[in-house]
């Protein structure tokens, strides 16, 4: 790696971030007094509950921090200021909603190595040894919020990246895991086993060796950083050359002050320590992803044995627990191109045009949506849910395979697929034998869970969509504004569209009919009178018959 006392940097950190989400008009800036303990994440968190649009949420920047014992901190907090919209996820990665899955593509595909630096800005501040003890140059100086006041037992950083080391590969493995707030040296580490992280398998690996495990914990870095750190990569990837094609150029890095780990140049904040592998200690409850509080565990801890920091630090906290959340936002954006691909090209199943991942409520993991093409083969569509499926443990507790005209983010559209497009008795596949994954754990079954398939797509032509058909409903639309009509916000399916069984016929009597000449359909069908039939039967039926 290049050494460089001065690297050029040629992509954007945090600060470069807000100035662009602030040029769009995606930025709140409160500079009043705020509560990191109280009041910080409710307000942001009233964007997601409160019945506001996804387009229209804000990162929120708050300048003024204190806690509740009157305590003022000179770092402020950034909320939602990565994945609060689909818009600012988009500003942050750089590209369009459209290129997200091409450019996470590439940049998996043609990492670029980062380039090693000896000065850099998260290292303009350094407190270690007896620094840590003096008042607010240990954690107590990092404002670290409260996620879910009346329920969390500490503030615990939610945006942070844990780095630490393969001991036999000397690769390193960046993921992003909560950290309770224990005391001034002192800060807890929860994994998520459930998707078996790098950092777990690092763990066992020193705890082995009968040696504590190095780690830095970095709050607030480049964005293509964590972005990059929310995703699951392979346990032997370094996540820092994916963040450098994603962001175009090589990371800058610097090696730590008191841990052999190699550490965002640009970060804001980074804590280093060493995480115990002899003992585990009581960490929680604490309001959780997947909608719930986690109770009381036992976890790592890391004694903290330097804080360094920019002088102009900035510290990020990302709103989670009940989705949609930008945590959900952050992952979901990553994942569904991610799910896709595996389908599409690492399984090789054609048809498949996208999946998507349920978001309110369930946090994406639980409920996925198979878009498939029209006539599909049924053994393709089949291997499509169980790929889906299989790919984690903890996702794909209900999968459901759709076609192109039904909304995966329209609830009440994927119902109606269900309830029209497929017979339970012939669509329905039920895998036992699952881990419960993500989420309040059951003793049902023996912690065992099950993953249901359910085949919603057209198997056969239905008659079209009972809507007027577009033209006519465009038109209606341009009168509703004229009225001066509240804003409409369309619907799929908003007109009507034709699903295969409709004959040239029946368009001609249409046309008839809006031209106000349906008098003359009368008199043709009136022709076609028969006496030899019961009421309902079909006229399809009979010229089958015919």
Not at 49 to 60: L, P, S, V
Not at 421 to 432: C, M, S, T, Y
Request: charged content about 30%; glycine content about 6%; overall charge negative.
């Amino acid at each position: 790696m290049a050494d460089t006392k001065n690297p050029a940097r040629n992509y954007p950190d945090l600060h470069d971030h807000l100035e662009e989400l602030d040029k769009r008009g995606l930025l709140v800036t409160v500079d009043r007094e705020i509560n990191k303990d109280t009041e910080i994440h409710p307000l942001v968190r009233w964007q997601f509950r409160g019945g506001i649009e996804e387009k229209d949420r804000k990162a929120f920047l708050f300048n003024n921090v204190v806690d509740s014992k009157g305590r003022k901190f000179d770092v402020p907090v950034a909320v939602g200021v990565l994945a609060a919209s689909r818009d600012i996820y988009r500003t942050g990665i750089g590209c369009e909603l459209d290129e997200i899955e091409e450019t996470w593509k590439n940049a998996t595909a043609n990492p670029i190595d980062p380039v090693e630096v000896t000065e850099a800005p998260c290292q303009e501040i350094v407190w270690q040894g007896a620094d840590l003890d003096k008042e607010g140059q240990g954690l107590d100086g990092v404002p670290v919020p409260i996620s879910t006041p009346g329920w969390d037992n500490a503030p615990y950083t939610t945006l942070s990246q844990y780095i630490t080391k393969d001991p036999d590969s000397g690769v390193q493995n960046m993921g992003n895991y909560r950290g309770q707030i224990k005391g001034q040296k002192r800060m807890g580490m929860n994994p998520s086993l459930e998707l078996r992280p790098g950092i777990y398998i690092h763990w066992e690996k020193y705890k082995k060796l009968g040696q504590p495990m190095p780690a830095a914990v970095v709050l607030g870095a480049p964005p293509s950083v964590t972005f990059t750190s929310a995703i699951k990569l392979p346990e032997d990837t370094d996540e820092f050359s994916v963040a450098g094609a994603l962001a175009g150029a090589p990371i800058n890095t610097v090696k730590a002050k008191t841990v052999d780990l190699m550490v965002p140049a640009e970060a804001e904040i980074v804590i280093e320590g060493y995480i115990s592998t002899e003992f585990l200690e009581p960490e929680a409850p604490f309001g959780e992803s997947h909608g719930h509080v986690n109770l009381q565990e036992y976890n790592a801890f890391m004694d903290v044995t330097c804080i360094t920091r920019k002088k102009k630090a900035i510290l990020t906290s990302i709103i989670s627990q009940v989705t949609p959340s930008e945590s959900s936002v952050i992952k979901r954006v990553a994942y569904e191109p991610m799910f896709t691909e595996h389908l599409r090209d690492h399984l090789g199943i054609k048809g498949v045009i996208k999946v998507s991942m349920h978001e309110p409520l369930t946090n994406i993991r639980k409920l996925i949506i198979v878009i498939c093409e029209r006539g599909m083969p049924s053994t393709e569509i089949w291997r499509a849910m169980y790929g889906a499926a299989s790919l984690h443990r903890a996702a794909g507790k209900y999968v459901i395979a759709v076609n192109d005209d039904i909304d995966p983010d329209n609830a009440d559209a994927v119902f109606w697929a269900m309830a029209y497009r497929a017979n339970p008795a012939l669509d329905v596949e039920i895998l036992k034998h699952r881990d419960s994954g993500h989420g309040p754990r059951s003793d049902r079954a023996g912690g065992e869970d099950a993953s249901v398939l359910f085949d919603a797509t057209l198997k056969e032509d239905f008659p079209p969509i009972s809507l007027p058909k577009k033209e006519y409903m465009l038109n209606a639309k341009k009168i509703w504004e004229e009225l001066g009509l509240p804003e409409l916000k369309p619907q799929v399916p908003w007109h009507g569209y034709s699903l295969g069984e409709w004959e040239e016929e029946f368009d001609v009597m249409a046309k008839r009919a809006v031209e106000s000449d349906y008098f003359k359909t009368g008199e043709i069908i009136a022709q076609r009178r028969r006496s030899d039939l019961t009421m309902n039967t079909e006229v399809r039926k009979l010229k089958d018959d015919d």
